[in-house]
């Protein structure tokens, strides 16, 4: 059974003049993709109107949380005692997004009891993926 795990949260976008933006955003996880977290936000709160999904390792989000982490496309780091900064860069630019740490906590809890770390079928998500890549060749 493929499992999913989805959670609210309110993110807050720095935005260039230092102001906190709120951001609605959708956590989630899918037991059939064990090794990858995701971020929804909604058409209303991306650069060009239409739902934006980043897709980044559930690992690096667990390691974020403590010390920053990441390298590329995915920054993230804790800001304070109570928040978190998630940094993304796209080609269309780069943004800044803070959430409460307890949300990301809560959430990557709930992924690990639904598939635990170092139990993830790293050898099912490599053949579903070349099994897509080839089109079933």
Known sequence: MDITVEQLAEAR???????????PATLRYTAGDPLAVFVDFPAKAALHGEDVTWTFA???LDQGLRAPAGHGDVLIWPYG????????HSPHGMALLLFQASALRRFLVRTYAVVAG????VAGVV?????TLFGGV
């Open 127 to 131: 053949e579903r993926g070349l099994s």
């Open 118 to 121: 170092g139990q993830e079928d």
């Open 58 to 60: 559930r690992a690096l």
């Open 13 to 23: 976008l720095i935005t260039a003049q230092d102001r906190e933006v709120p951001v």
């Open 81 to 88: 005692r109570t928040r978190t900064v998630l940094e993304f």
